[in-house]
């Protein structure tokens, strides 16, 4: 029997479906790429954004053009929205209970009967028990540590998909760090839907003691965080991490606004000086930290001295990285049912003028490092490029390198040549 998996969105989805496999390989299935034959299919949905969600019903069709008389699983974020209303799969799990697709495929392979597992989220607070020995990465490893989100921005429909905070206890995390740095994976990857809550449901525990301990883990020679909510950032946080010398000077802060007003219609429980003030305590106590954030435009009410001020505040924080999101209207939330919702065409135009300013200020750091040397963790070699190795430094810019011998999962020290689109180009020592 075979098996594919299909995963769209975040990296506590990515580690999920890693750990779906997994169940399926310890009990003899072989998991092959999702445009093969397969007889289970399972797509691991999002439903972050209206185009995620479409992507999500597009991936399910292409399952089924490749066989139709397969099993097809839908889990995730779009099923726990949709519910049974989802068609044409035999099994739909939400965002809990992915730990029982592998026994809801066998059931279904005695009975024939569809089966729907989409509970409410509400009022859930048990960390479901879900873990993994590998991945298909071979130099990176994502360890899920914490579920459910606690701050109910206006535009986003995952704290109702996911529910409240549930952090998994730091024992069964360290276990399952040991276990992935024995088999050679040298960055762990704490994941979470917003890791910054991290033991929050559980005493005394927070991020940092996470950190601390996955530190001293023989073998851990890297680790970086997901997305977090930048009011972890203070100055006790920073004082401890870097002292860690394992921890990666880089970190994703959700910005969203650089404008007050907007940031208060958004419900994001920080003003641009809280932000200001984080950014500036990084950058003056972690060397050659890169910070990488999102922004929405066009969100409902953004006036046009709105959007500029926050292309200014950008602007002036110099980030090593932006992604941009258009402000897509999500069913349920807040911002559905505000005043003022922005025109298409003025979203597209901002989205247009703030990729810019990204593209400029991504450019900007990265030649920052040309003549000087960073230690990079390389990947597999880029199959079409012949002896091309990509890699990522400490504060994850992309190197890619020239070698006649294999790079993948070394860490190497580079010297930095140039810059080339959006990534280094760099020479061995």
Do not use: W
């Not at 360290?174 to 050679?184: H, P, S, T």
């Not at 919702?341 to 400029?360: F, T």
């Amino acid at each position: 029997m075979k098996v594919a998996g299909y995963n769209l969105g975040c990296k506590v989805n990515k580690y999920e479906l890693d750990s779906v496999l997994e169940e399926f390989l310890k009990n003899g299935y072989e998991v092959v790429e999702f445009d093969a034959t397969s007889d289970v299919y399972i797509v691991n949905t999002c439903a972050v954004t209206q185009l995620a969600e479409k992507k999500s019903r597009q991936m399910i069709n292409r399952a089924k053009s490749k066989n139709s008389d397969a099993i097809f699983v839908a889990a995730g974020c779009y099923t726990q929205k949709e519910g049974e209303s989802i068609t044409g799969v035999d099994i739909v799990v939400g965002t809990n209970n992915k730990d029982k697709i592998y026994k809801m495929v066998e059931e279904y392979i005695k009975n024939r009967e569809k089966i729907s597992l989409v509970e409410s989220i509400k009022t859930e607070k048990i960390y479901d028990n879900m873990k993994i020995s590998s991945t298909q990465d071979s130099t990176r490893a994502y360890v899920k540590i914490q579920d459910g989100c606690k701050n109910y921005c206006a535009y986003c429909i995952i704290p109702y998909l996911r529910g409240a905070v549930r952090s998994r206890k730091l024992t069964e995390v360290l276990e399952e760090v040991e276990i992935l740095a024995n088999k050679g994976y040298k960055e762990i990857v704490l994941a979470g839907i917003e890791v910054a809550s991290y033991g929050e449901d559980l005493g005394d525990i927070r991020l940092i003691h996470i950190l601390e301990e996955t530190s001293k883990v023989k073998g851990v020679e890297r680790i970086r965080l997901s997305s977090m909510y930048p009011t972890i950032i203070d100055e006790e946080f920073v004082n401890r991490i870097k002292e860690l010398r394992n921890v990666c000077n880089h970190f994703h802060l959700s910005l969203q606004s650089g404008n007050d007003a907007t940031l208060k219609r958004m419900n994001r429980k920080y003003t641009t000086d809280q932000y200001r003030q984080a950014i500036k305590l990084l950058k003056e106590n972690i060397p050659d930290v890169a910070i990488t954030t999102d922004i929405i435009v066009g969100f409902p009410g953004e006036t046009e001295e709105e959007f500029e001020s926050t292309y200014n505040f950008v602007q002036e924080m110099k980030f090593s990285k932006i992604h941009v999101f258009k402000y897509s209207k999500r069913k349920g939330t807040k911002a559905e049912t505000l005043e003022n919702q922005i025109d298409e065409n003025i979203k597209n135009n901002r989205s247009h003028k703030m990729i810019n300013l990204g593209e400029s200020l991504e450019k900007e750091f990265l030649e920052n490092y040309i003549g000087r040397e960073l230690d990079v963790l390389f990947e597999g070699n880029t199959k079409s490029k012949g002896n091309l190795y990509p890699g990522h430094s400490m504060n994850y810019l992309k190197v890619v390198v020239a070698s006649e011998v294999s790079l993948k999962n070394e860490i190497k020290r580079i010297r930095i040549d140039k810059v080339e689109k959006d990534y280094l180009v760099g020479l061995l020592k």
